[in-house]
C-alpha cells in the first residue's frame, strides 16, 4: 500500500481534533484498521481460504484412497438354491429340481480396499484450474481492498475538510461577534445607527448558522469514517493528520502510458480467462480414457452360531477365511452423442466472451486513468486560484473591519466582505477534497492505490 501511504505523508502529523483520545488516526491507521476490521475484507480473506481448501481437496483425488468395511449378516432365513435332481441321478427326468438350503445362518466380512488413480484428464486440469481460483480469490481480496481504501480515504479527508472550515468559521465568528460587540457600543454612545448594528447582527446569525451546518456535515462524515473504517459508531474517534498538502500533491499527473496490468479488476478477468482455457482443454483432453488400480483384501466366515470371534483350526465353521485381489479399471468414452464436443464449443464462446470483455476493460481503463489525471490537473489550477481568491477575500475583510472600526468604512461594506469571504472559504475547501479524491480516483484507475 506504499501509493495511499504515500498520500498520508502529505498529511502532516501532530493535528488532533478536540480533545485527545485514547487512540488517534493517521490516515494510514485508519487504513490498516479498516483492512483489519471491514467484514468485506474478511470474507475475501476467509474465501482465499475456501480456495485453497478446495485445492487440496482435488490434490486429495489423485492420492491412494484406502476405506475399511465390515459387515455382519444373520439370515434368518437362509437362501434356497435350485439344482436339477438329473445332476445326480441321471435316471431323473430333465425338468425335476431339488430345492437345497446353502450355507450357515451368520456371516461376517471384514476387509480393506485400496484404489489409485492412473491416470484422469479431469484430474490433472481440475488441479491446475484450483491453482488458478486461489490465484483469482487472492486478486479478489486486493480487489476488495482497492474499493476500502478508497472509500476511506475519501471520507477521512472529508472529515479534515470539514473540519477545517469549521476551524476558520470560528475564526471569523469570534471577529465578527468583537465588532457587534464594538458596534452595540458606539450605538449607545450614538456613534452609529441601530440598522449598522442589526446589519452585523444578521450576518452573524448567518454565519452561526454556516457553523451548525458544517458541524452536522462534520457529524455525518465522521460516522460514514467509522462505517468505512468497521468502528464503532457511537465511539468518538481522532484523527492525528491536518489539512496540509505536500509537494507532491502539487505535481500534474500523466494521462498516457498507464499500466492496466496493475488494476485488480484486469487481472481479475485474466484469471478468469485462463480458468475457461484450462476448461477448454480439460474437455477436449476428456475424450482420453480414464485408468485407475484397485485392491481388496477381506476375511469372511460362516458360523452356526452369532459367536463369530471363536476359532478352531480343526473346525471349518469356526475359521476366516482369505479373499484377496487386485486389479485395474479402464474407462473409454466411445460415444457419447457429440455432447464433449458442443460442451467444447460452449466453452470456447465463454473464453472469447472473456477476451473481449478484457478488451473493452482496456479501453474503459485508460478512458478511466485518463480522465481521472484531467480531472485532477483541472482541480490543481482551481485550487490554486482558489487560494489566491481566499487570501485576497481574507484581506478584503480585514481591510474592511479595520476600516469600520476606524469609522471611516461602512457596515454594508463589512457584511459584502464577510458573505464573499464565506463563499470562498466554501469554494477553496471543495476544491481541495475534489483534488484529494482525483488523486485517489487516479490511483485507483491505475492499479497503484494498494500495493
Known amino acids: 500500500m506504499k501509493k495511499i501511504y504515500a498520500m498520508a505523508a502529505l498529511l502532516c502529523s501532530g493535528f488532533v481534533w478536540g480533545q485527545q483520545q485514547n487512540s488517534a488516526f493517521s490516515l494510514q491507521q485508519a487504513i490498516e484498521y479498516a483492512v483489519k476490521n471491514s467484514p468485506n475484507i474478511q470474507n475475501a480473506e476467509l474465501e482465499e481460504k475456501l480456495a485453497i481448501y478446495r485445492k487440496n481437496e482435488i490434490t486429495g483425488l489423485g492420492l491412494p484412497q484406502i476405506s475399511g468395511s465390515a459387515d455382519f449378516k444373520d439370515y434368518i432365513e437362509i437362501p434356497t438354491s435350485l439344482f436339477p435332481i438329473s445332476a445326480f441321478n441321471?435316471?431323473?427326468?430333465?425338468?425335476?429340481?431339488?430345492?437345497?438350503?446353502?450355507?450357515?445362518?451368520?456371516?461376517?466380512?471384514?476387509?480393506?480396499?485400496?484404489?489409485?488413480?492412473?491416470?484422469?484428464?479431469?484430474?490433472?486440469?481440475?488441479?491446475?484450474?484450483?491453482?488458478?481460483?486461489?490465484?483469482l480469490s487472492k486478486i479478489s481480496t486486493r480487489r476488495a481492498k482497492d474499493e476500502l481504501v478508497a472509500q476511506v480515504s475519501k471520507a477521512y479527508y472529508n472529515v479534515l475538510v470539514n473540519r477545517e472550515r469549521l476551524k476558520l468559521?470560528?475564526?471569523?465568528?469570534?471577529?465578527?461577534?468583537?465588532?457587534?460587540?464594538?458596534?452595540k457600543a458606539y450605538n449607545t454612545q450614538g456613534l452609529v445607527e441601530q440598522i449598522d448594528v442589526e446589519r452585523i447582527e444578521v450576518a452573524s446569525n448567518n454565519l452561526s448558522i454556516e457553523k451548525e451546518k458544517v458541524k452536522e456535515l462534520l457529524g455525518v462524515g465522521e460516522n460514514l469514517l467509522k462505517f468505512q473504517m468497521g468502528y464503532k459508531i457511537s465511539d468518538p474517534i481522532a484523527l492525528s493528520d491536518s489539512l496540509n498538502l505536500g509537494a507532491e500533491v502539487g505535481q500534474e499527473l500523466s494521462t498516457t502510458n498507464n499500466d492496466i496490468t496493475k488494476r485488480s479488476d484486469y487481472q481479475l478477468l485474466k484469471a478468469q480467462e485462463n480458468l475457461l482455457n484450462i476448461d477448454v482443454k480439460r474437455l477436449k483432453w476428456g475424450y482420453l480414457p480414464t485408468l485407475a488400480a484397485y485392491g481388496s483384501y477381506q476375511l469372511n466366515t460362516?458360523?452356526?452360531?452369532?459367536?463369530?470371534?471363536?476359532?478352531?483350526?480343526?473346525?471349518?465353521?469356526?475359521?476366516?477365511?482369505?479373499?484377496?485381489?487386485?486389479?485395474?479399471?479402464?474407462?473409454?468414452?466411445?460415444?457419447?452423442?457429440?455432447?464433449?464436443?458442443?460442451?467444447?464449443?460452449?466453452?470456447?464462446?465463454?473464453?472469447?466472451?472473456?477476451?473481449?470483455?478484457?478488451?473493452?476493460?482496456?479501453?474503459?481503463?485508460?478512458?478511466?486513468?485518463s480522465t481521472a489525471a484531467i480531472t485532477y490537473n483541472n482541480a490543481l489550477k482551481?485550487?490554486?486560484?482558489?487560494?489566491?481568491?481566499?487570501?485576497?477575500?481574507?484581506?478584503?475583510?480585514?481591510?474592511?473591519?479595520?476600516?469600520?472600526?476606524?469609522?471611516?468604512?461602512?457596515?454594508?461594506?463589512?457584511?459584502?466582505?464577510e458573505s464573499s469571504l464565506r463563499e470562498t472559504e466554501v469554494n477553496y475547501y471543495n476544491v481541495v477534497y475534489d483534488v484529494l479524491v482525483a488523486r485517489i480516483d487516479y490511483l485507483k484507475a491505475t492499479g497503484t492505490l494498494v500495493k
Open 302 to 369: 460362516q458360523r452356526p452360531t452369532p459367536n463369530i470371534f471363536e476359532s478352531d483350526k480343526n473346525n471349518a465353521a469356526k475359521q476366516w477365511y482369505k479373499i484377496a485381489l487386485i486389479g485395474v479399471t479402464l474407462n473409454l468414452n466411445i460415444f457419447d452423442g457429440m455432447q464433449r464436443h458442443y460442451k467444447i464449443q460452449q466453452a470456447k464462446v465463454t473464453a472469447m466472451k472473456t477476451t473481449n470483455t478484457i478488451k473493452n476493460i482496456e479501453m474503459a481503463a485508460q478512458f478511466e486513468s
Open 90 to 135: 441321471p435316471m431323473a427326468p430333465a425338468d425335476a429340481y431339488q430345492a437345497v438350503k446353502f450355507g450357515l445362518k451368520y456371516n461376517a466380512t471384514a476387509g480393506v480396499n485400496a484404489s489409485q488413480l492412473l491416470f484422469s484428464s479431469d484430474y490433472i486440469f481440475g488441479l491446475k484450474a484450483s491453482k488458478q481460483f486461489v490465484g
Open 382 to 417: 482551481t485550487l490554486k486560484i482558489s487560494k489566491r481568491s481566499l487570501e485576497l477575500a481574507q484581506h478584503v475583510y480585514e481591510v474592511a473591519q479595520k476600516k469600520l472600526q476606524q469609522g471611516v468604512g461602512s457596515n454594508l461594506e463589512l457584511v459584502t466582505a
Open 169 to 183: 468559521l470560528d475564526i471569523n465568528a469570534e471577529k465578527l461577534n468583537k465588532t457587534l460587540t464594538d458596534l
